[in-house]
Nanobody, 115 residues
Framework: QVQLAESGGGLVQPGGSLRLSCTAS????????MGWYRQAPGKRREWVAY???????GYATSVKGRFTISRDNAKNAVYLQMNSLKPEDTAVYFC?????????WGLGTQVTVSS
């Protein structure tokens, strides 16, 4: 069973930055397209960014230009650099395969943007 573990969240003021990390306990991690998702209170989970095996990346319109996804296949890790954070970015952030997530999800990491 795939195990995903996210970390790096916290409380940050508007305009601040955070770097999220995710490690995945799967073999051949480099062959999986990975993404970041988030779920705000009372809302459905939504995708935020993805990193295809080819190296192609994509971003949701709401975060484009502010967030950057990267990965380190040697560490089975994927990262999300978040800059110019806004209150509407407040959510629990998860990583998983994209666009077809594994059945199992990690606990996520809470990001709260507030003054």
């Amino acid at each position: 069973q795939v195990q995903l573990a996210e970390s790096g969240g916290g409380l940050v003021q508007p305009g601040g930055s955070l770097r999220l990390s995710c490690t995945a306990s799967i073999s051949h991690f480099s062959t999986y397209p990975m993404g970041w998702y988030r779920q705000a209170p009372g809302k459905r989970r939504e995708w935020v960014a993805y990193f295809f095996v080819s190296g192609y990346t994509g971003y949701a319109t709401s975060v484009k230009g502010r967030f950057t996804i990267s990965r380190d296949n040697a560490k089975n890790a994927v990262y999300l650099q978040m800059n110019s954070l806004k209150p509407e970015d407040t959510a629990v952030y998860f990583c998983n395969q994209y666009p077809s997530p594994f059945d199992s999800w990690g606990l996520g990491t809470q990001v709260t943007v507030s003054s």
